[in-house]
């Protein structure tokens, strides 16, 4: 079959052997761009975290209550990194929470180590929960 290919007699392959091609390459190309994607999410360009939730911040009756918030943020390689390393360990939701809600927390509401330094973030209840790299 390779043979016809060499000598130009067809250039294109059968519609069963493009099928088989095309899910071979598939196999093989998208775990390395999934690999590639959380090596560059880790090192370089970080997560982007879009949540709603019901975030617990501080005391009932302050202005840092928790209350359900929908927030959309860019997280630093070093949140990604651990994120992404608990998942891959098998971390529970629980855990996984947490660590979420500390890069939340420091990008959104601590402004990356300005603002409120003290702050404490704890997702209590998720509604929608999407991250991409």
């Known amino acids: 079959m390779v043979d016809r290919y060499l000598s130009g007699a067809t250039n294109t392959p059968q519609k069963r052997l493009q099928a088989v091609l095309e899910q071979e390459t598939?196999?093989?190309?998208?775990?390395?761009v999934r690999a590639q994607a959380?090596?560059?999410?880790?090192?370089?360009?970080?997560?982007?975290?879009?949540?709603?939730?019901?975030?617990?911040?501080?005391?009932?009756?302050?202005?840092?209550a928790g209350r359900r918030r929908d927030i959309s943020v860019a997280v630093t390689p070093s949140h990604a990194a651990a994120i992404l390393a608990a998942k891959d360990r098998g971390a529970t939701d629980s855990e996984l929470h947490g660590l979420v809600a500390e890069a939340i927390a420091d990008a959104y509401f601590r402004r990356e180590g300005g603002g409120r330094?003290?702050?404490?973030?704890?997702?209590?209840?998720?509604?929608?929960?999407?991250?991409?790299?």
């Open 26 to 32: 598939a196999a093989e190309w998208r775990p390395q």
């Open 38 to 64: 959380r090596q560059r999410a880790a090192t370089s360009a970080g997560l982007v975290i879009s949540t709603t939730a019901y975030f617990a911040l501080g005391p009932a009756a302050t202005s840092d």
């Open 117 to 133: 330094a003290n702050l404490k973030a704890q997702i209590v209840d998720v509604e929608r929960l999407d991250i991409a790299f």
